[in-house]
């Protein structure tokens, strides 16, 4: 039998992308409500009482309200607003770095946020590995594609042709610290810079590390070859090595994909260094962790329906 699915939040930007995602795939049946009843209480209740799993595609506030709405159901959930990502009795849906068991197995599972999921991939495993102290002053400075803010950032690039770049976060309170903190697995929040820029999809976050200051003192290379073992055999998070590479680039009118790369790229003696994730804010940043979440909590192959 098919596992019902309800996206609540379906005609947003991220909820359009799970859609595209899910179609034509027999092992799921869509519950759908139209323009008129898809932000009625009443409609809402219903559906996510009538599906198996949830997929809230909401602002924060919206998302809370689905799971009280679903009170008294057996419906899983995947919410992918920040509403959940560090509370309780919630799992952190980054199969890689929390272990697909826990997602498999959960009633409630928080995607990760677009940032976070690069700078997570990056720092986690090197935290865990010992080879980053968990009390350094980590910074991040992250660059990204409108749609990452929804259909408001989509509507005011679209009103402001002429914004070449746009910095923000600048009171330092991003709605993303706490998941990058407890997820990194860090005792200090992180300074993080958040941009965007004229592209409607992708992103690139980045941790400059200077590690001649830092006691346990790793090269650059030996943090690329533990991220490497940590992220083997993935399809989803790649590590890409390229001693000729010398620039990034995110072009405007990329392709939709779900996979991510990480870099390390170190100063000759290899006590500076830059971590670097690329990958899009709509795909492993959000719908394609989604399906990903979806596939595991189904039991079905974790990469069906992505774009890798
Ligand atoms: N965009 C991205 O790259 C990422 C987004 N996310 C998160 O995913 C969630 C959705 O984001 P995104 O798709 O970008 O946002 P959008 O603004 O594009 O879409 C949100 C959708 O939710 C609908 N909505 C709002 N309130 C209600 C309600 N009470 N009941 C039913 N529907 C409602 C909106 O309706 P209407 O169309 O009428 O406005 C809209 O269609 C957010 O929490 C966001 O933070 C997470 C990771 C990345
Ligand atoms: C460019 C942009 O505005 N990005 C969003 C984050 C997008 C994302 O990861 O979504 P969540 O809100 O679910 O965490 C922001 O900075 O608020």
């Excluded at 042709?161 to 923000?168: E, H, K, L, M, S």
Aim: charged share 20%; hydrophobic share 45%.
């Amino acid at each position: 039998m098919a596992t019902r699915i309800f996206i609540d939040g379906a005609a947003g930007t991220t909820g359009l992308e799970i859609r595209e995602r899910l179609d034509g795939r027999d092992a799921f049946e869509l519950i759908v409500l139209d323009d008129a009843e898809r932000k009625s209480e009443t409609a809402r209740r219903d559906a996510l009482h009538a599906a198996d799993i949830a997929i809230l595609c909401l602002p924060d506030d919206a998302a809370k309200e689905s799971v009280a709405l679903a009170a008294g159901s057996n419906t899983r959930f995947i919410d992918a607003s920040s509403a959940h990502r560090v509370a309780e009795g919630w799992t952190y849906g980054f199969p890689e770095v929390i272990g697909r068991e826990h997602i498999a197995e959960a009633q409630f599972v928080s995607n990760p946020g677009c940032y976070p999921t690069g700078f997570i991939a990056l720092i986690a495993p090197l935290v865990r590995a010992g080879l980053l102290p968990a009390d350094w002053p980590f910074t991040c400075n992250a660059v990204s594609g409108y749609s990452g803010g929804g259909k408001a950032l989509i509507e005011r690039f679209a009103a402001e042709p002429d914004i070449a770049f746009r910095t923000y976060g600048l009171n330092l309170d991003h709605k993303h610290l706490p998941e990058m903190q407890a997820h990194a697995g860090l005792d200090h929040g992180v300074l993080f810079a958040p941009s965007v820029v004229p592209a409607y999809r992708g992103m690139v976050v980045e941790v400059p590390l200077h590690l001649g200051a830092m006691s346990t003192g790793p090269h650059a290379d030996r943090l690329r070859d533990a991220l490497g073992q940590f992220y083997e055999g993935s399809q989803v998070v790649k590590v890409v090595h390229d001693e000729t590479e010398s620039e990034l680039l995110l072009h405007a009118d990329a392709p939709p994909r779900d996979d991510m790369e990480l870099r390390v790229f170190g100063n000759e003696g290899g006590w500076n260094a830059r971590l670097v994730a690329r990958l899009d804010n709509l795909g492993k940043g959000a719908s394609g962790a989604a399906i990903q979440n979806l596939n595991i909590m189904c039991g079905l192959p974790e990469t069906e329906g992505l774009n890798l």
